[in-house]
């Protein structure tokens, strides 16, 4: 899985808290660049020309970090509509519970859990269900004519597996 942290501050918690368990994972993550106030960061003089895109074109998800500075910075907003522009989702984390300015509360989409661990598993898991997904519409996009009776099949299949799972 291809994440995107979308942060002012990638250098202090909460972002480099998520940053690291993430990176303890499997996953690959992006991150904005360095705030020029914590230090110095390559990409700055490209980000939004070009970088930002190519970046942005390569992750599989888009997740706002929310700090007690992210709604008073105009990046985050040129971020946030570069992932609206790239077909995103935009998800949130906000562990601090943090007040959001108006008119940054719309990129705020779909929230994540606030608790660290949590929100790693429920990544990981949905990763394997979107994984599952992109299996099953290969498969019925490959046998033409008949994608729609192959994808009854792959729903049918997991309503049983989910009524026969012993965890449920």
């Not at 719309?106 to 599952?132: A, C, F, G, H, I």
């Given at each position: 899985?291809?994440?995107f942290?979308?942060?002012?501050?990638?250098?202090s918690?909460p972002?480099?808290?998520?940053f690291s368990?993430l990176?303890?994972?499997?996953?690959?993550?992006?991150?904005s660049p360095?705030?020029p106030?914590d230090?110095?960061d390559?990409?700055?003089p490209?980000?939004?020309?070009k970088?930002?895109?190519q970046?942005?074109k390569?992750?599989d998800?888009?997740?706002?970090v929310?700090?007690?500075?992210w709604?008073?910075?105009?990046?985050?907003g040129?971020?946030a509509?570069?992932?609206i522009?790239?077909?995103?989702?935009?998800e949130?984390w906000?562990?601090?519970?943090c007040?959001?300015?108006?008119?940054?509360i719309?990129?705020?989409?779909?929230?994540?859990?606030n608790e660290?661990?949590?929100l790693?598993?429920t990544?990981?898991?949905k990763?394997?269900?979107?994984?599952?997904?992109?299996?099953?519409k290969s498969?019925?996009h490959?046998?033409?004519?008949?994608?729609?009776k192959?994808?009854?099949?792959?729903?049918?299949?997991?309503r049983?597996?989910?009524?026969?799972?012993p965890?449920?």
């Amino acid at each position: 899985m291809r994440i995107f942290l979308s942060t002012q501050s990638i250098d202090s918690s909460p972002a480099a808290d998520l940053f690291s368990a993430l990176r303890a994972t499997d996953c690959i993550v992006e991150h904005s660049p360095r705030n020029p106030s914590d230090g110095y960061d390559e990409r700055w003089p490209d980000w939004y020309e070009k970088g930002l895109t190519q970046t942005l074109k390569s992750v599989d998800r888009f997740i706002i970090v929310v700090d007690k500075g992210w709604d008073s910075s105009t990046w985050m907003g040129i971020e946030a509509e570069a992932a609206i522009a790239q077909d995103l989702s935009l998800e949130f984390w906000n562990p601090q519970d943090c007040e959001i300015a108006p008119g940054m509360i719309t990129y705020l989409r779909r929230r994540l859990p606030n608790e660290l661990t949590y929100l790693v598993t429920t990544l990981q898991d949905k990763e394997s269900e979107w994984q599952v997904q992109n299996s099953e519409k290969s498969i019925a996009h490959r046998a033409g004519h008949n994608h729609q009776k192959i994808r009854k099949v792959f729903r049918s299949i997991r309503r049983l597996i989910t009524l026969s799972s012993p965890f449920e």
